[in-house]
């Protein structure tokens, strides 16, 4: 295998991703200035203003109580559909600083509400937030803000380690058009007597993509009529990544295994992703090797931080403590790309966060980073090991320190029929 | 024609060794026991599990298999207390199966036997080591390396004659030797093998803590761990595929 041949590290553009990290918070503040400006301009002071409605947040602190929002691109309306996350923006290669301005260009007009109303409200500020979520295009919409156009500016610690934008409290939001909406995500809405697992993989398979799906969901315009509830947006990509990758899992389930090792390689906004293929029945696991210097390594003192996921062939029935949502997103990735071949897999995903990842932008990244891994070309190796070793070499830690973390590098899952004929 | 009586933590132990690896299987109801062989759908673990006649208080049965969801049998049984007796009886017409507890009776539907899973060949192996130990001391080698890991590494070094559960951590790291004179028996041998822990978690819930346990290991070779339970008339084996380390 020749990895060097087809791998190009992006160093030049090292330095660059020093100034911007050490410069994080001020761009931040700076952001949310012009902000400040463009909003200044569009409302003229008024509490009533019209704006351009792209997506919605649902937050998770305080569950079940929570704060649910329309988001929308104050003064930026023109091109409000950039500002939703989607696959695009891979497509695009935004980078750290592209997707703070976008979610910090973001007005967040929120409003308290109890994850259940939803399930009966059809019309005022939830009947507008779920019809935003669930059109094909940013919406018109007119949002009437409490005490005047007041914006929430304290920018804390939280804020810098997840960009969010301004916000304001809600008093009202109306449409101001008839949006359009898909025909399967109708459909999905009016039937309530569909689970919102089932409800979720149909939308998949009518060619949704789970950016879309996440936003009905988080909306709360899926499920059993009396189990509709808003989901904070967080906990609704992970759901979705979930869903959408057990479906997945099952179609190539009784499917004929890879025939060689792959080794698939992809890098991007700091993220080195290694995903090694090897014949055999599924089983997955990610590996995350995050340097001193990147955000969410612990403890810079004591080194790379590492943090790994695995499940076999039956799926996982722990909660996944280490890897969280980055281990559904790159599952899925893997999957989408295992289901269109028709084949399985023992599939290792390992990934470098460098010191160039300096402010988080989201899963999505790790999703889109895997899902795209496939693209070009790959290496191919005898072994599993063979190929761990060859990539050891480019990564932050030592073979040695990646057995003793990784249960798939130390020993891949036998079955029992492997043995049925043979004898010690 | 399937009747009988058995004491309801026997048939508990009995459903509870099948249960941590599938939910549901197939009773081989035979003249002289009540045999179960299940293995999980990754064909990774497997149970076979023999219950004698007369662990029962009575048994009367003539060879039919049925199929049962564990899962529901389980919480029936449950309904009973220890010393309680639970009465089965197989209702041919209906197909299905008859429980009595006390007072409490059940009707369970029975599942197509052909609609479960066929136990695929079964390796014959002759493994080279067998460490004869109590549950509580590989329960207490499982549990310590579930701190570090999610696999677990059982080997028996032939010039120390020890028995080593080992687990290897990302910091930490985990380690019991266990010599001659800790086991009940040793048989050296060249083992060294590499195990799931979710597995061997689940196989080791259902092995009581004094129950004396034969491990039979190889290299890179499925393990078997047997033990015996109701007062030595109901035996269990587990086999264990194991992870394989790749050159």
């Known amino acids: 295998m020749k990895l060097d041949d087809y791998v190009e590290f992006e160093e030049n553009e090292r330095a660059e991703r020093r100034r911007l990290a050490s410069e994080k918070s001020y761009e931040l503040v700076d952001h949310l200035e012009s902000f400040q400006h463009r909003f200044e301009e569009a409302t003229s002071g008024d509490a009533l203003f019209g704006s351009v409605s792209p997506s919605i947040f649902v937050g998770t602190s305080n569950y079940p109580d929570v704060s649910t929002g329309i988001l929308s691109p104050v003064g930026r309306e023109g091109d409000a559909d950039r500002f939703e996350t989607s696959a695009a923006w891979y497509d695009e290669r935004v980078s750290i600083s592209d997707v703070f301005d976008r979610r910090t260009s973001l007005l967040n007009s929120n409003r308290p509400a109890e994850v259940t109303e939803v399930a009966d409200a059809w019309d005022g500020f939830l009947g507008t937030q779920r019809e935003v979520a669930i059109a094909d295009r940013p919406v018109d919409v007119e949002i009437g803000l409490d005490d005047g156009p007041t914006l929430d500016f304290d920018v804390t610690d939280d804020d810098v380690a997840t960009p969010t934008g301004p916000r304001a409290r809600a008093r009202s939001a109306e449409l101001a058009e008839n949006p359009h909406v898909p025909r399967p995500i109708k459909k999905t809405l009016e039937d309530d007597d569909w689970n919102a697992q089932g409800a979720m993989t149909y939308l998949y398979r009518r060619g949704f993509d789970v950016y879309d799906i996440n936003s009905v969901l988080s909306a709360g315009a899926l499920g059993r009529g009396e189990n ?147 693209e070009g070309e790959h290496g191919e190796a005898e072994t599993l090991g063979a190929a761990v070793r060859e990539v050891a070499d480019h990564l932050p830690v030592s073979l040695g320190r990646l057995r003793s973390k990784s249960t798939m590098v130390a020993g891949l899952q036998s079955s029992l029929s492997d043995f049925a004929t043979g004898r010690p | 024609m399937f009747k009988a009586i058995v004491s309801a933590s026997t048939l508990r132990d009995a459903l509870d060794s099948v249960s941590v690896l599938v939910d549901e299987c197939k009773l081989r109801l035979e003249e002289d026991e009540l045999a179960i062989r299940a293995v999980d759908p990754a064909n990774v673990g497997m149970v076979d599990l023999a219950l004698e006649a007369a662990a029962f208080e009575s048994y009367e049965a003539d060879g039919g298999v049925i199929g049962v969801n564990l899962n529901r049998l389980e919480d029936i049984v449950g309904m009973a207390n220890s010393g309680d007796l639970v009465q089965l009886e197989l209702d041919e017409e209906t197909r299905k199966l008859h429980i009595q507890i006390e007072e409490l009776s059940y009707t369970l539907a029975l599942i197509d036997p052909d609609s479960i899973r066929e136990e695929p060949d079964i390796p014959d192996l002759d493994l080279p080591a067998e460490i004869v130990l109590e549950g509580a001391q590989i329960g207490r080698g499982i549990t310590a390396a579930d701190m570090v890991s999610d696999h677990i590494r059982l080997r028996v070094d032939t010039d120390a004659e020890a028995f080593f559960i080992e687990a290897e951590g990302d910091t930490d790291d985990v380690d019991l030797k266990l010599e001659r004179d800790d086991l009940i028996d040793l048989q050296s041998g060249p083992a060294d093998s590499l195990f799931s822990l979710d597995y061997l978690k689940d196989m080791n819930k259902a092995i009581p803590s004094d129950a004396e346990v034969r491990v039979e290991l190889g290299e890179e070779f499925p393990v078997k761990l047997h033990y015996e339970f109701g007062e030595g008339m109901g035996q269990v084996t587990y086999m264990l595929a194991p992870r394989i380390q790749s050159d």
């Open chain 1, 228 to 374: 509709r509830r808003l989901v904070p947006t967080r906990w609704s990509i992970t759901a979705v990544d979930d869903t959408v990758g057990k479906f997945l899992r099952g179609t190539v389930r009784d499917a004929p295994s890879v025939d060689s090792v792959e080794v698939w390689r992809n890098e991007y906004l700091g993220n080195a992703f290694w995903v090694v293929l090897a014949p055999g029945d599924w089983e997955y696991e990610l590996v995350e090797m995050k340097a001193p210097g990147s955000i969410w390594n612990p403890d810079p003192e004591v080194g790379v931080a590492m943090s790994s996921a695995h499940e076999n062939r039956e799926g996982r029935t722990g909660y996944v403590d280490e890897t969280a949502g980055a281990y559904y997103a790159a599952r899925f990735g893997a999957l989408e790309h295992l289901s269109e071949r028709g084949r399985q897999a023992k599939v290792l995903v390992l990934r470098h966060v460098s010191d160039d990842y300096w402010g988080p932008v989201g899963v999505w990244q790790v999703r889109e980073a895997v899902r795209n891994a496939f």
